[in-house]
């Protein structure tokens, strides 16, 4: 089972920039995904970006061009670049891992999760 620790996330104005970090640990090393969801109030959880272990990426629709996400191996995080933030990005984030399975075409099975991280975006 893999484990997860967020850092990152806060307040910030439409147009502005926040930038999420996770730290992971326990998963294979060979077949993964690891990534990002979010749940805003009263919605269900959803897959935002997320990195394959063979090094491809999927995003979702709703932040293609504005979201980034990047591996560290040698330090084991993997970080979320968010640009140009919306007040519909906010939601609680969640750091997230789908161990022996792989994220694409929207498609994103986590089944491990960190605690979350709240992101606030004002209009």
């Known amino acids: 089972q893999a484990r997860l620790v967020e850092s990152g996330g806060g307040s910030v104005q439409a147009g502005g920039s926040l930038r999420l970090s996770c730290k992971v640990s326990?998963?294979?090393?060979?077949?993964?995904?690891l990534g990002w969801s979010r749940q805003a109030p009263g919605k269900e959880r959803e897959g935002v970006a997320a990195?394959?272990?063979?090094?491809?990426?999927d995003y979702a629709v709703s932040v293609k061009g504005r979201f980034t996400i990047s591996q560290d191996i040698t330090n084991n995080t993997i970080d979320l670049q968010m640009n140009n933030l919306k007040p519909e990005d906010s939601a609680i984030y969640y750091c997230?891992?789908?161990?022996?399975?792989?994220?694409?075409?929207?498609?994103?099975?986590?089944?491990?999760w960190g605690q979350g991280t709240q992101v606030t975006v004002s209009s």
């Open positions: 326990g998963y294979s090393p060979s077949n993964y995904c």
């Open positions: 990195i394959n272990s063979d090094g491809t990426f």
């Open positions: 997230a891992a789908a161990v022996g399975n792989s994220c694409r075409r929207g498609r994103f099975p986590f089944g491990d």
